[in-house]
Every structure is written in C-alpha cells, then in structure tokens.
C-alpha cells in the first residue's frame, strides 16, 4: 500500500507564495501519478494539478501561470505564487498507482488572508 503526508500549509498574505510538500511511502514502485486538491469551505474537492511518472503535467485552468506542480520519485511539491484570498483551502495530495488505487492525505491548511 501507499501512504501520503503533506506538508507545509499555513497562512499567507495576499500576494504572497507558499510551497506545499507531500511525501509518499510504502510501495512507491507502484504508484503512477501524484496529484494535488483543494477543497474550499461549503465547496466540493477540485483538481489543482497532477504529475505522471512519465513527467506529463496537467493543471486545471485557475491554477495555470500561479502554481507549479514538481515531483521527484515519492516526493512531490506545490509552488504557489500570486495568492489570492480565494485559494483559502484544505489542499490534499494524492497518489494514484498503476492499478488504480488512490490514496489520499489528510490535509493541510492553506489561509489566505491580510
């Protein structure tokens, strides 16, 4: 099995940057791509960004040109620029492997706020 730990929330200004981690363990051979959610207070979980182990990425629209998606082996990261009020959230990790299981963190808080 695989489990996964973020890392690194917290609270940030407007404007501002913070960087997210998430360590996955376990039997990481078998996991094929690692992604990051959020989930906003009242709204459901959406997709921020997902790695393949092949290197591709995909970004859902809003996160395009602010936050940066990186992954090494059973590492992966969040970088995020340009914060916004709005992207006060929980922001989960995920890992999905080759045979389709997903697994999930537990969460880490992001506040955005003056």
């Known amino acids: 099995q695989v489990q996964v730990m973020e890392s690194g929330g917290g609270s940030v200004q407007p404007g501002g940057s913070l960087r997210l981690s998430c360590a996955a363990s376990g039997v990481i051979f078998s996991i094929d791509a690692m992604g990051w959610y959020r989930q906003a207070p009242g709204k459901q979980r959406e997709l921020i960004a997902t790695?393949?182990?092949?290197?591709m990425t995909d970004y859902s629209d809003y996160a395009k040109g602010r936050f940066t998606i990186y992954r090494d082996k059973n590492t992966e990261w969040l970088q995020m620029h340009s914060m916004r009020p709005e992207d006060t959230a929980v922001y989960y990790c995920n890992a999905q492997t080759f045979s389709g299981r997903s697994t999930w963190g537990q969460g880490t808080q992001v506040t955005v706020s003056p």
């Open positions: 790695f393949s182990t092949g290197g």
